[in-house]
């Protein structure tokens, strides 16, 4: 591999002719942006994963620095959000999808407080760091920021910067996130206008709707209908999910599962958003916050299957609520396995799901999508398996204000699913499932 260098950055050249490579979209996905302040500089990191070409400039009479990435696309988590930095020299960090293929970051600085400024990279996973250093002394010192960010892992940075751009390693600063369903007001400078999404699905009702089996909720008493819905293929990155024999992963087949999913629903005039749309770490935190600031009415979480059982198989759907069943709580913690909470969070934990105010509505989702992938994975003669509609304490369901369902859609250990899942014709057949079962649930809202 030839690097060629510019002032700002690196970009990648072949070595010489080769097979033509054919990726049906060769922009990396970002999905983390971190960044940590001291008495006497803030770094910023921008995790990216591969090899991109990327320029920063200074408008100093705007205050403004800029960092634009190429070849790059923003995940659904990051999109458009606004970090709001407490120092007297720098006011605010945001980022968003500048065009379709360059993703821009934006630092609002007070130039007549900075001393210098330093944009660079890193490697072994590639990232860009910006580091900002004031001039001193700088009063008052802030207080760093507890580390959450994209990545969740909250490490402390050192406190005195380095004379030069380390080598190799790096600290790993840590942001402090917006908060969800906040939009930043961005500069109409530097981004451009929104577009408009495909129209609601809330048509004049045909019919009144339709009660649970508790009576009307208040969805359905206020006539409410869907409009927008969050897509989360399961796992992702460095979290394969489960394995099948033959070497398949959890998190392809449900990514490209919520691919056609989204292909479907959008065909219907929804307006659809995915927790990821490549291979990338989303931690189970932040899934739901995706769905929160996106205030979308829908939140659909798909994962495939997996049990010591090897002969076990079916179709099962979960939304948010307690279990005594064994079953249902292996599930979760299989699932929950990459959360970075800690037991100190137990009691704020438990109590968000006892305040979930979504479960009948969660509920009544995650049967007509159960009942409607049965159907649609049912041969004759060979009726698929019901595993049954459960409530379960799910991660990636806490926090969600909206009905939230996660749908094993097949079994990798079970040797005859894993097969089907390696067909086009199968997977074609679960987004039909799913597809039916998210229109019933619209049509018993009366909006359908």
Same mark, same amino acid.
């Given at each position: 591999?030839?690097?060629?260098?510019?002032?700002?950055?690196?970009?990648?050249?072949?070595?010489? %002719?080769?097979?033509?490579?054919?990726?049906?979209?060769?922009?990396?996905?970002?999905?983390? /942006?971190?960044?940590?302040?001291?008495?006497?500089?803030?770094?910023?990191?921008?995790?990216?994963?591969?090899?991109?070409?990327?320029?920063?400039?200074?408008?100093?009479?705007?205050?403004? &620095?800029?960092?634009?990435?190429?070849?790059?696309?923003?995940?659904?988590?990051?999109?458009?959000?606004?970090?709001?930095?407490?120092?007297?020299?720098?006011?605010?960090?945001?980022?968003?999808?500048?065009? $379709?293929?360059?993703?821009?970051? +934006?630092?609002?600085?007070?130039?007549?407080?900075?001393?210098?400024?330093?944009?660079?990279?890193?490697?072994?996973?590639?990232?860009?760091?910006?580091?900002?250093?004031?001039?001193?002394?700088?009063?008052?010192?802030?207080?760093?920021?507890?580390?959450?960010?994209?990545?969740?892992?909250?490490?402390?940075?050192?406190?005195? %910067?380095?004379?030069?751009?380390?080598?190799?390693?790096?600290?790993?600063?840590?942001?402090?996130?917006?908060? %969800?369903?906040?939009?930043?007001?961005?500069?109409?400078?530097?981004?451009?206008?929104?577009?408009?999404?495909?129209?609601?699905?809330?048509?004049?009702?045909?019919?009144?709707?339709?009660?649970?089996?508790?009576?009307?909720?208040?969805?359905?008493?206020?006539?409410?209908?869907?409009?927008?819905?969050?897509?989360?293929?399961?796992?992702?990155?460095?979290?394969?999910?489960? &394995?099948?024999? +033959?070497?398949?992963?959890?998190?392809?087949?449900? /990514?490209?599962?919520?691919?056609?999913?989204?292909?479907?629903?959008?065909?219907?005039?929804?307006?659809?958003?995915?927790?990821?749309?490549?291979?990338?770490?989303?931690?189970?935190?932040?899934?739901?916050?995706?769905?929160?600031?996106?205030?979308?009415?829908?939140?659909?979480?798909?994962?495939?299957?997996?049990?010591?059982?090897?002969?076990?198989?079916?179709?099962?759907?979960?939304?948010?609520?307690?279990?005594?069943?064994?079953?249902?709580?292996?599930?979760?913690?299989?699932?929950?396995?990459?959360?970075?909470?800690?037991?100190?969070?137990?009691?704020?934990?438990?109590?968000?799901?006892?305040?979930?105010?979504?479960?009948?509505?969660?509920?009544?989702?995650?049967?007509?999508?159960?009942? $409607?992938?049965?159907?649609? &994975?049912?041969?004759?003669?060979?009726?698929?398996?019901?595993?049954?509609?459960?409530?379960?304490?799910?991660?990636?369901?806490?926090?969600?204000?909206?009905?939230?369902?996660?749908?094993?859609?097949?079994?990798?250990?079970?040797?005859?699913?894993?097969?089907?899942?390696?067909?086009?014709?199968?997977?074609?057949?679960?987004?039909?499932?799913?597809?039916?079962?998210?229109?019933?649930?619209?049509?018993?809202?009366?909006?359908?």
């Amino acid at each position: 591999m030839i690097y060629r260098g510019t002032s700002t950055g690196l970009l990648a050249l072949g070595g010489g %002719p080769g097979p033509a490579q054919t990726a049906p979209d060769p922009r990396v996905e970002i999905a983390s /942006l971190r960044y940590n302040t001291h008495a006497n500089f803030t770094r910023i990191v921008i995790d990216i994963g591969q090899l991109r070409e990327y320029f920063s400039a200074e408008d100093r009479q705007a205050g403004r &620095l800029t960092v634009d990435v190429l070849q790059a696309r923003l995940n659904a988590i990051l999109q458009d959000k606004d970090f709001p930095v407490r120092t007297d020299y720098l006011s605010r960090i945001l980022v968003f999808q500048k065009a $379709s293929g360059t993703v821009r970051v +934006s630092v609002e600085l007070d130039f007549s407080r900075i001393e210098s400024t330093r944009v660079y990279h890193l490697f072994d996973p590639f990232r860009i760091v910006i580091d900002i250093y004031p001039k001193l002394p700088v009063s008052p010192a802030p207080t760093p920021f507890p580390g959450t960010g994209a990545a969740g892992n909250g490490t402390a940075v050192e406190t005195k %910067p380095p004379a030069l751009p380390p080598a190799r390693a790096e600290i790993v600063p840590a942001g402090e996130p917006a908060k %969800p369903g906040v939009k930043p007001d961005v500069n109409t400078e530097t981004k451009p206008d929104a577009k408009s999404g495909p129209p609601a699905v809330t048509a004049p009702a045909a019919k009144p709707p339709q009660p649970v089996a508790a009576g009307y909720t208040m969805a359905r008493q206020l006539g409410l209908g869907v409009k927008t819905i969050v897509l989360d293929p399961g796992h992702g990155g460095t979290d394969p999910g489960c &394995l099948g024999r +033959s070497g398949l992963k959890e998190k392809d087949v449900a /990514l490209g599962i919520a691919l056609e999913l989204k292909k479907a629903l959008v065909a219907k005039g929804f307006e659809v958003t995915m927790t990821r749309e490549s291979d990338v770490f989303i931690p189970l935190e932040d899934r739901t916050v995706v769905a929160n600031q996106r205030r979308a009415d829908l939140f659909v979480s798909i994962h495939i299957n997996a049990t010591p059982n090897r002969k076990r198989e079916g179709v099962e759907t979960f939304y948010l609520n307690f279990s005594p069943d064994p079953e249902v709580n292996a599930t979760a913690a299989r699932e929950n396995a990459t959360s970075t909470r800690n037991i100190s969070q137990m009691k704020d934990i438990i109590q968000k799901i006892v305040q979930n105010s979504k479960v009948l509505e969660s509920r009544d989702l995650a049967e007509r999508i159960h009942a $409607s992938l049965l159907a649609a &994975l049912s041969d004759k003669g060979r009726p698929m398996k019901s595993l049954r509609v459960k409530g379960g304490p799910f991660w990636v369901l806490i926090g969600g204000e909206m009905p939230s369902v996660l749908v094993e859609v097949s079994h990798l250990s079970n040797a005859r699913e894993e097969g089907l899942l390696k067909t086009a014709a199968w997977k074609t057949r679960i987004v039909r499932g799913l597809t039916d079962g998210i229109m019933g649930y619209v049509q018993a809202l009366g909006k359908g």
